[in-house]
C-alpha cells in the first residue's frame, strides 16, 4: 500500500520509535480493531481521526487528565444548533433537547483494557470508538473538545479548514 509505504519513510527519517504502522480496514472500526492490535504494553490507547488536522497538545492534555479517572474520555463540544429528529419523508418526529447534545470528536482516549474489551466483544457497526466502548456497559466521560477541531470531509469543510489553517499560521 502507498499510503503505508510514505509512512514507514516518515517514520524512519524522523526516528519515530514509538510509531507502530499498520493497514487500515474497509471501516473505520476494523482499523481501530487492527491497531489495537498491534500494541503492546500500554496503559492508554489514544484514538484520533486522520480528517482532523487541528489538534493541539491541549485537547491531548486535558484527556489525558479525564481518562485516568474514568478510562475513557471523549473530546466533544456542545452543539449551538436546534437538531429534529426527522420522521418519515422529512417530516419533524421530535425536536431533541439541545442543553443536552454534544458533537463527539476525537481524540477519544481510553485504558488499553477497556477499548480492547469492546472492540473483542462489538457486535454491529459504530461510527466512533467511544460508542463501542458504551456497548461494553463501561461509561464514557465527555471533555471539552475545540470548535475549530472540524473534521474534514467535504468541500465545505475543506473550505473552513483553510481558514483555520491560515489563522493559525499567523499565530
Known amino acids: 500500500d502507498e499510503d503505508l509505504a510514505r509512512g ?3 517514520k524512519k527519517e524522523r526516528g519515530w520509535s ?3 504502522l499498520c493497514l487500515g480496514g ?3 472500526q476494523d482499523s481501530v480493531k487492527e491497531g489495537l492490535r498491534q500494541i503492546r504494553d500500554c496503559d492508554l490507547v489514544m484514538i484520533h481521526d486522520g480528517a482532523r488536522p487541528f489538534l493541539t497538545p491541549d485537547l491531548i492534555e486535558d484527556g489525558l487528565k479525564i481518562v485516568g479517572e474514568i478510562e475513557a474520555a471523549v473530546a466533544a463540544v456542545p452543539l449551538k444548533d436546534t437538531i429534529k429528529l426527522a420522521a418519515d419523508e422529512r417530516l419533524i418526529g421530535e425536536t431533541l433537547q439541545r ?5 463527539a470528536q476525537t481524540p477519544q482516549i481510553f485504558s488499553f483494557n477497556v ?3 469492546a472492540y473483542e466483544n462489538l457486535a ?3 461510527t ?6 458504551e456497548r461494553l456497559g463501561h461509561k464514557v466521560q465527555l471533555y471539552m473538545g475545540d470548535y475549530k477541531n472540524i473534521k474534514v470531509t ?3 469543510d475543506l473550505a473552513l479548514a483553510r481558514i483555520i489553517a491560515g489563522e493559525w499560521k499567523r499565530s
Request: glycine share 4%; hydrophobic share 40%; net charge positive.
Open 128 to 133: 466512533d470508538d467511544a460508542t463501542a466502548v
Open 124 to 126: 454491529g457497526e459504530v
Open 8 to 10: 514507514q519513510k516518515l
Open 99 to 103: 442543553d443536552r447534545l454534544w458533537a
Open 26 to 28: 474497509a471501516r473505520r
Open 115 to 117: 477499548i480492547t474489551r
Open 18 to 20: 514509538k510509531v507502530t
Open 154 to 156: 467535504t468541500a465545505e
